[in-house]
């Protein structure tokens, strides 16, 4: 008998965290659920974009990214690849800011652009 009012307190606790559980839960479904949608617009934007580029660039790109596991492509600042942060060449740096070629740092490889502070 004195152990009926102690089981009956845990067995209420017991309800209490199942419900706050089954809140964070369906909070955490509901966020999952969400990401899910934010990313699926992600890609179709993504591909629409990709249909854009020229497919030669793009597979150029795609390749870098396997291999490298990293961007591509980074803007230069001062004459530093920012993605390497070595420096480039005058010359190098002129005919990115002329914008007529695809331009690769010769360091490492990635795609150069110009980006106006």
Known sequence: EELTPRIKMKEKNLEEEKSKISSEKKNYEDILTETQENLNLFLKE???????????????????????????????????????????????????RKNEQIIRCENCARILYYQEK
């Open 46 to 96: 993504r591909n629409d974009i990709a249909g854009k580029i020229d497919k030669v660039l793009l597979a150029e790109y795609q390749k870098f990214y396997r291999s490298k596991g990293d961007f591509g492509i980074a803007a230069i600042h001062d004459r530093v690849c920012q993605g390497c942060h070595m420096k480039i060449s005058a010359q190098l740096e002129k005919g990115i």
